[in-house]
């Protein structure tokens, strides 16, 4: 008994000496730890699982059901703690932001799924809180993760863009894609579909796709992660497609758009500002998204990015 009593007085030391880090949250409907893991931007190899196991408890590791099962409770939980040495890039010193409290919003809980995978995704790999609410202000205005652009513009069809009305004379795009999620399609159809774009330089037909709404050679590239996350198969999960797109946004951000977050950056020394958030939105529609309307996107988007770290910070 005494000793007992010692084992956990010292356990309680240490942990107040020690400053314990756990990964965010995933997403609740997730059933396998890879995928999860790999949702909010960790390393999901077996050799990585395996330190991440030892630093919570977990001895032995071999990729079990059982032993996999405790580590995806504990990330649901957000009481997954990282290991000491984890590839994980560490965040960047800078206001406490919590996704949470965003996703729990009123005003924003309709996408709040899209927004808590996308945000812990960013918070993980190490963004500033002002500048991942400008990039979840973008996605809050675009569409949600597997989405299609809708084509049904019943009330004012003469608003329909020229590209979706291609697509729906030639492909039947109203009836087989618009407003779906990339989990009800074949995939082998939209390779098809996709390919015969690619071919004619989207010129004429093209469509916005997942939480970014991708379009052009971008919906392209998107399609070939999702395709690498099903193993090529001909239908999708959703935890795929969630995958796919938090990589396909990492990917870009560190690659033929790093440009924007520099600019962002160097523009925003004082980057745990309101004001900051609001640029954030601004140079991601104007750079990132670039919609139709352009500016006064950007401004709208910029509000609310500003809107979004205020409730994130409070």
Known sequence: ????????????????????????????????????????????????????????????????????????????????????????????????????????????????????????????????????????????????????????????????????????????????????????????ELGNVLNQLRKASWKKGKFGLGCVQWTGSRTYDLFKLYLKENNYGDRITLDQATSAEGKMIITELRGNYQHVYNQWKSNNPDYNTPQAAYNAGHIMCMKYEIPADTENKANKRGATAKEMYNIMTS
């Open 1 to 188: 008994m005494k000793t007992s009593l010692f084992i956990t007085i010292l356990l309680i030391s240490l942990t107040s000496i020690l400053s314990i880090e756990y990964y965010p949250a995933c997403a609740s409907h997730y059933s396998s730890i890879v995928d999860a893991l790999q949702s909010i931007g960790v390393d999901s190899s077996k050799s990585n699982r395996s330190k991440i196991a030892a630093a919570n408890g977990i001895s032995n590791y071999v990729g079990s059901a059982e032993q996999n099962i405790a580590l995806l409770k504990l990330l649901k939980q957000g009481k997954l703690i990282k290991p000491g040495g984890d590839p994980t890039p560490s965040p960047t010193p800078s206001k406490d932001i919590s996704i949470s409290k965003l996703v729990n919003h009123p005003k924003f809980s309709s996408k709040g799924e899209t927004l808590s995978i996308i945000g812990n995704i960013l918070v993980n790999r190490g963004y500033e809180g002002s500048f991942i609410a400008g990039v979840l202000a973008n996605i809050f205005h675009e569409g949600a993760i597997g989405k299609f652009e809708s084509s049904a513009y019943i009330t004012n069809p003469s608003a329909e863009p020229q590209y979706l009305r291609y697509m729906d004379e030639l492909y039947d795009y109203r009836n087989k894609y618009s407003n779906k999620i990339i989990t009800q399609v074949s995939m082998n």
